[in-house]
């Protein structure tokens, strides 16, 4: 039953066809979204690209430079790592903190919903001034875990929002208390109620979060330069060395930042199977 | 010594008293009934017993020791919500299984006893679906049954039967009694429908603005309230306001009405006398009847409920309903004039605060 909810038969029947405006407007948006990441891609492996209208040859010269370049190996490690650990971070942070809010201090909530839009007001470039200045001593001044923590910061709105919606979509206090009754403690209610439930908004947030590190230049930048240097940084280096290079510097990213997020959905559907395979009509 | 004692029980929200000074001795294997308006405490109560809320004052002895002290998942006392609170990502075995787990229950005990409360709530077939795969009231059989699957000390309810619709409470309120009373085990039963209290308990506890007003058998509760908000509470009461004028008359509304003894009372002493709408008799022609009031009126409103009829009754300017049952009372309607017939034992007088 629950599947169908959303398309009543009536409306199905009658399914309107688009109008030209409609299509017109979906193929504005497709272009406008889609040209400069093929743009990107083509560029990759052009060999010459400015007197035409398709470039003049193609070649993989452009990804072997790319990946013999000699930070090649050691930036993609550093974004890996600063992006998983902002993950593991900020749901460490965020997850338990969301849950609290909810179930025992609903009053907070509003407090926290304006907290955690304010990442997106401060500027990136005064964050990370601000910390290098307040940070300015040993272990933290520029070292990669301020960044990580700056990092955190800039991308909770992304952890949170998602989870906040999950918890809210479950009564988290009655279950707790439904658990707490048959004798689970506090852990136990998290990990074998809380967290299930919500796995959904915790996979969509850490997907964010991971793509929006994954990409994160003004903050590494910043705070650590060349003392962590992460792919982004390389990529922008090479765009003044050689456009085709970074090109295809852009286009490995996008790869990993898509593998990761299907990696993530994949664990999430597999999650998800034994429910939605016994979803039958009572 | 009672099973369960609530001794001088005191909570408030926000300087606002939700609890007052709540006394009260619950004896093994009996269902006792909160009953009361929304806001009167009872739910407020229920959670202290079950130790989501704090007391500010007073103790909780469970079998003669204090529980107060301890957390709600050590104090081994069942509990189902007005929300079922079935765990959406388990099955209903798994559901059922959670407290054995959390209690380390053997694999081989675990197993044979979720298939006895699977039997006793008569949902064996349903094990292997999830929780929005059940109707209302099969999740709620779930929710009972997952909450004694572990045997607890009490089975706290809250509102247990208020999401589900008519029919499906009248026949789950008896499936609860009949589990209750097949273990014998300890309840407290919170609900804001009187009909539901009365059928379903041993005793009631009515209560409003965080006190009890009454605590009785359904019988006494209803047959006898002490106080005018039970009268009212409890099923329907005509009200008739007026001063002691005599050992057995009231003076009301320029009626004169006579009732049972009222030594009790002061003359001229504001009262009022409450009489029960399925106590009145009507009758077309004025009779002299023994021991009865017989009053005039002139009917406003007829009101089919089914079993009965309900009458609106203008009785000098006054509201009085009577209930009549079509069998055993002359065809009426609207306009006419009637006799209403109510005997003195079935006035009950009551003396007004203010």
């Known amino acids: 039953m629950s599947q169908r909810r959303s398309s009543p038969q009536g409306a199905k029947s009658k399914k309107a066809r688009p109008t030209g405006w409609q299509i017109a407007m979906v193929g504005f948006f497709l272009f406008y979204m889609f040209v400069p990441i093929l743009s990107t891609y083509v560029f990759s492996v052009a060999t010459r690209w400015d007197r035409t209208i398709l470039p003049e040859g ?51 909530k509003p407090m926290l919903d304006v907290l955690m839009i304010l990442p997106f007001g401060i500027p990136t470039v005064v964050l990370a001034l601000a910390l290098v200045q307040v940070y300015n001593f040993a272990p933290l001044a520029r070292s990669p875990f301020l960044l990580i923590g700056a990092v955190v910061v800039y991308s909770m709105p992304f952890m949170y929002r998602p989870v906040s919606n999950a918890i809210q979509a479950i009564d988290t206090r009655v279950l707790t208390e439904a658990a707490q009754s048959l004798g689970a403690n506090i852990f136990q209610v998290l990990k074998l109620i809380i967290i299930p439930n919500i796995l959904t908004g915790i996979l969509s947030g850490s997907l964010l979060v991971f793509a929006t590190v994954f990409a994160e ?16 940084l390389l990529l922008v280096e090479f765009t003044r060395i050689n456009g085709n290079v970074a090109a295809a510097f852009s286009v490995i990213s996008f790869t990993i930042a ?12 597999k999650g998800q199977t034994t429910k939605t395979e016994t979803v039958q009509a009572r | 010594m009672a099973y369960l004692e609530l001794k001088n029980v005191n909570k408030s929200f926000a300087g606002v008293g939700a609890v007052k000074d709540f006394s009260l001795d619950i004896e093994k294997g009996c269902l006792v009934a909160f009953l009361g308006p929304s806001g009167c405490g009872k739910t407020t109560t229920l959670r202290m ?4 809320e704090q007391l ?50 053997l694999k081989a005990d675990l197993d044979r006893r979720v298939d006895e409360v699977l039997e006793m709530v008569r949902l064996k077939d349903t094990e292997k679906r999830y929780p929005h795969q059940l109707s209302g009231g099969q999740q709620q059989r779930i929710a009972l049954a997952r909450a004694l699957a572990v045997q607890p000390r009490i089975l706290l309810l809250d ?35 009187q009909e539901e209290a009365l059928s379903i308990s041993d005793k009631v506890v009515v209560m409003n603005k965080g006190n009890i007003e009454q605590v009785g058998t359904p019988e006494e509760i209803y047959r006898a309230p002490r106080t005018r908000f039970v ?98 009372t002359d065809p009426v309607c609207l306009n006419q004039k009637i006799w209403l017939t109510f005997p003195v034992d079935a006035c009950q007088v009551m003396a007004v605060d203010e």
């Open chain 2, 159 to 193: 509102e247990p039967l208020s999401a589900l619709d008519a029919e499906v409470r009248v026949a789950l309120r008896g499936e609860i009694r009949r589990i209750q009373s097949e273990l014998a085990i300890t309840t407290v039963y919170v609900t804001h429908d």
């Open chain 1, 217 to 232: 230049y003004t903050l590494t930048s910043l705070i650590v330069g060349a003392r962590f240097k992460t792919f982004p």
């Open chain 1, 258 to 269: 898509w593998l990761v997020s299907l990696l993530i959905l994949w664990v999430g559907s």
């Open chain 2, 231 to 328: 009268a009212t509470f409890i099923g329907t009461a005509n009200q008739f306001p007026g001063q002691v004028v005599g050992q057995n008359t009231v003076i009301s509304n320029n009626l004169e009405l006579y009732t049972c003894d009222l030594s009790g009372f002061a003359a001229g002493q504001s009262v009022v006398v409450l009489v029960r709408p399925e106590n009145i008799q009507v009758q077309a022609e004025k009779s002299q009847p023994e021991h009865a009031n017989h009053i005039a009126g002139v009917i406003e409103t007829i009101t089919f409920h089914g079993a009965i009829t309900r009458l609106g009754v203008n009785v000098n300017g006054a509201r009085v309903v009577a209930d009549i049952t079509v069998a055993n």
């Open chain 1, 58 to 108: 193609y070649t993989l010269e452009f990804y072997q430079r790319a990946f013999s370049a000699s930070y090649f190996a050691s930036t993609l490690r550093n974004s890996l790592i600063l992006s998983i650990a902002t993950v593991l971070v900020s749901l460490l942070f965020i997850v338990p903190t969301a849950y609290w809010v909810h179930t025992r201090l609903p009053r907070a």
């Open chain 2, 49 to 52: 017993i079950a130790g989501f």
């Open chain 2, 56 to 105: 500010d004052s007073g103790s909780i002895l469970l079998d003669g020791s204090d529980i107060v002290p301890v957390p709600p998942n050590r104090r081994d006392i069942g509990m189902v919500f007005q929300a079922y609170a079935l765990f959406p990502n388990m099955t209903v075995r798994e559901n059922i299984a959670f407290g054995l787990k959390m209690k380390k229950t």
